[in-house]
């Protein structure tokens, strides 16, 4: 058993031997997502940050990996630049992290996955399905492990749906309704220089869409681990209300999965009063799940003819493979950074478990994986066609 494996570990991350290393693309001074990134990594003490390229900008790097105290050496200009040296290093690090807008990330990625060193990428995984599929199949080819953070998969009261759809608790599923509102771009705000506004809306940064790509594929993505559901076809209208913009701030979205169910998907960045709503509905013929990220513990279940069921983390018979990954006792709220740190538990273990060399289970690898990015890819691609087409139905 190698050092830093789980025997050196409790199931709360309590760890006395030596942390993974990780190094992080992007997350430089005022960025949102990388920082999110570092201190859901911190929290069960499994990786150190031992590397980065957090900017385009020298003095920017500079300064983030100064604040976060990494040695100048470890700090590099660009990433092509840190995956050949870091490769090259008696000590490498032994992940990176990606979460740069979304036009770097196909270029970030494949640099360290040519190298074999495993990544974890931000969603949307590239501006192209072909991308998308080159990625995951060099992750194939050079047996490094490949994660996308889709943040949501990561909350226990989401793995509790899945399990009870699994188990069957409500029946075959006959319709879905997802909805992920929120406020943010009600205003031209990129035309002020807001930072994270500003490369969502140019489509040489975020791609050929941006509500679409930023929450409409999270919408995609939590119906899909839920559910286990294939979409076999879409349309799409994609809107733009916001003055000046080319990109769409507004999407609905019906579909077809395969097996006969159908869905109903809305995403907005424009819906006053909303925060960060996304809520999902499943009706199956036995009974409805309801979640809201906004009350991210809990759960509605609800069997026909019976009073709904608001089920709690940490208690109210949650599954094994969902209470696992909470941390602390119910009523004590758990949410966003638990939800990313999830995602690394899962991973990092999975990779200590193949470092050591020993083979890797399917609840090893209950992370998003390229195959989720592949798809969130192909579903924005499909959304796209269908508006341009005038909503035509997509086979996907
Ligand atoms: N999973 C989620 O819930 C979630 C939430 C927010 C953002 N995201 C995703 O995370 C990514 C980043 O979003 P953000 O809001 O943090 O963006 P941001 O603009 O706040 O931060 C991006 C950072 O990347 C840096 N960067 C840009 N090009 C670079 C390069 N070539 N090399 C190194 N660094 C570079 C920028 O300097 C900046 O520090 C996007 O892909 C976004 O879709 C995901």
Redesign the pocket.
């Known amino acids: 058993m190698i050092e830093g494996t789980r025997e050196n570990g409790n199931e709360n991350g309590n760890r006395i031997g030596k942390k993974l290393r990780y190094g992080m ?12 990134h570092r201190k859901a990594i911190g929290l069960d003490g499994m990786a150190e940050l031992a590397a980065g ?5 020298w003095e ?2 500079l300064e ?1 990996g100064r604040s976060l105290g990494l040695p100048e050496e470890r700090l590099y200009q ?2 092509l630049t840190m995956a050949e040296k870091e490769a090259d290093r008696p000590d490498p690090v032994d992940f990176v992290v ?8 196909y ?2 990625v494949k640099a360290f996955l040519s190298k074999g060193i495993p990544v974890v ?4 995984l590239t501006f192209e399905t072909e991308e998308a599929e080159e990625l995951a199949a060099l992750a194939k080819q050079n047996n490094a492990l490949f994660a996308v ?4 998969t990561g909350y226990p009261a989401v793995k509790q749906a899945r399990e009870l759809i699994a188990a069957g608790e409500i029946g075959d599923i006959r319709f879905v309704n997802a909805e992920y509102p929120q406020e943010w771009l009600a205003q031209p705000i990129e035309q002020e220089g807001q ?2 506004a ?3 809306t140019d489509p040489a940064l ?1 791609g050929k869409a941006n509500c679409t ?2 929450i409409g594929s ?1 919408v995609e993505n939590l119906v899909s681990y839920v559910t286990g559901l294939r979409i076999k076809a879409l349309c799409a209208r994609l809107d733009t209300f916001g003055p000046g913009r080319v990109l769409d701030d507004n999407v609905s979205i019906m579909l077809e999965y395969e097996g006969g169910a159908k869905g109903l998907y809305w995403a907005s960045q424009i819906a006053i009063g909303y925060d960060n709503a996304l809520r999902l509905r499943i009706f199956g013929t036995k009974g409805t799940i309801q979640w809201l990220q906004e009350d991210p513990n809990h759960l509605q279940v609800t069997y026909l003819d019976r009073p709904a069921q608001i089920l709690s983390r940490g208690r109210d018979a949650f599954y094994p493979a969902a209470q696992r990954y909470s941390r602390i006792p119910s009523g004590h709220p758990e949410g ?1 950074f638990e939800a ?1 740190a999830n995602i690394y538990k899962t991973f990092i273990g999975a990779l200590e478990k193949q470092k050591a060399g020993e083979p890797l289970t399917a609840e090893d690898l209950d992370f998003p994986g390229p195959e989720m990015g592949v798809d969130g890819v192909k579903f924005i691609g499909a959304c796209v066609e269908s508006s341009r087409k005038g909503t035509a139905w997509i086979d996907l």
């Open positions: 693309i992007g997350g430089g001074p005022g960025a949102f997502i990388g920082e999110v390229c957090f900017s385009r900008s920017k790097t983030t660009d990433f990606v979460v740069t807008p979304n036009a770097q990330h270029g970030a990428c931000d969603k949307p953070t889709y943040t949501y930072k994270q500003s490369w969502r975020t790509g930023d999270h966003y990313f």
